[in-house]
């Protein structure tokens, strides 16, 4: 198996790269290859731009989707997005590593799936969903919260997992992916920084990484959201009432 993580953090003593960590050494103890994007060590550009186009399809105004479409086309994709393709391309397991920022991922992560995710290339108006690129491929969120397990829910302070999560869920969907239940690390104090300070936190999060280690050993055995396949919609796009599906409502640690 190859297995290719995505770690969204910019401090490198947080408990994401903890968990991103562990994740590297379990993944490779269990026989796979294993690589790793660290976007913000890397200075990934996550804004997409005219700059990154060195072979514009049109000069005097740019369309992202047209560009990327016209890039993959003629060989022109932007170098760190081209490097981020490949380790995409060569993986079974797809890790996302990230902390939960203002009820979403941070833009970091959402500005690599706008240009890395590249039109004309790896989707185009039917190579999407249940047909999409990655069809065959496993995808898992790893995400850490400050806010307490206990705070999180439908309609609850910290909001509902689920829905923060279902644009990246749906996402991946969209791409091919077999999207794997979440894994949830709630309660990391000071947004994951240090965590060594506090011996309880310390213990609990202890835990929390040998928890991970358990779900990424036994990852075969991993539960799987649903989603909406071509087969479920009309010609409009609209759910037929025989087919109506939704993703679960998993948030397990």
């Known amino acids: 198996m190859q297995a290719h993580i995505v770690h969204v953090h910019p401090e490198p003593a947080s408990f994401n790269a903890a968990l991103t960590q562990r994740a590297r050494t379990i993944l490779k103890a269990t026989g796979a290859a294993v690589t790793v994007s660290d976007l913000y060590a890397s200075r990934f550009d996550p804004v997409?731009?005219?700059?990154?186009?060195?072979?514009r399809s049109d000069p005097a105004a740019f369309s992202a989707l047209a560009e990327q479409r016209h890039a993959w086309q003629t060989d022109t994709?932007?170098?760190?997005?081209?490097?981020?393709?490949?380790?995409?391309?060569?993986?079974?397991l797809l890790v996302i590593q990230f902390p939960l920022w203002w009820h979403g991922p941070p833009a970091m992560l959402k500005g690599w799936f706008d240009r890395v995710f590249m039109n004309g290339g790896l989707y185009t108006s039917r190579k999407r969903y249940d047909a999409g690129h990655f069809r065959g491929r496993r995808a898992i969120l790893s995400i850490t919260t400050g806010a307490p397990e206990a705070a999180f829910g439908p309609g609850a302070r910290g909001g509902d997992p689920e829905t923060m999560l279902w644009p990246l869920h749906y996402s991946l969907h969209y791409m091919g992916f077999t999207v794997l239940a979440p894994f949830w690390t709630f309660g990391v104090q000071g947004h994951g920084y240090v965590y060594e300070q506090d011996d309880s936190l310390s213990t609990r999060l202890t835990t929390q990484l040998d928890r991970w280690q358990h779900r990424l050993e036994t990852i075969g055995r991993a539960p799987t959201l649903a989603f909406p396949a071509w087969e479920d919609w009309d010609r409009q796009g609209?759910?037929?009432?025989?087919?109506?599906?939704?993703?679960?409502?998993?948030a397990q640690s």
Do not use: G
């Not at 994709?77 to 079974?92: F, H, M, T």
């Open 238 to 250: 609209q759910p037929l009432e025989s087919t109506r599906v939704r993703a679960p409502s998993v």
């Open 48 to 55: 997409e731009a005219a700059e990154h186009y060195r072979n």
């Open 77 to 92: 994709v932007p170098i760190d997005v081209a490097r981020e393709i490949e380790a995409l391309s060569k993986a079974d």
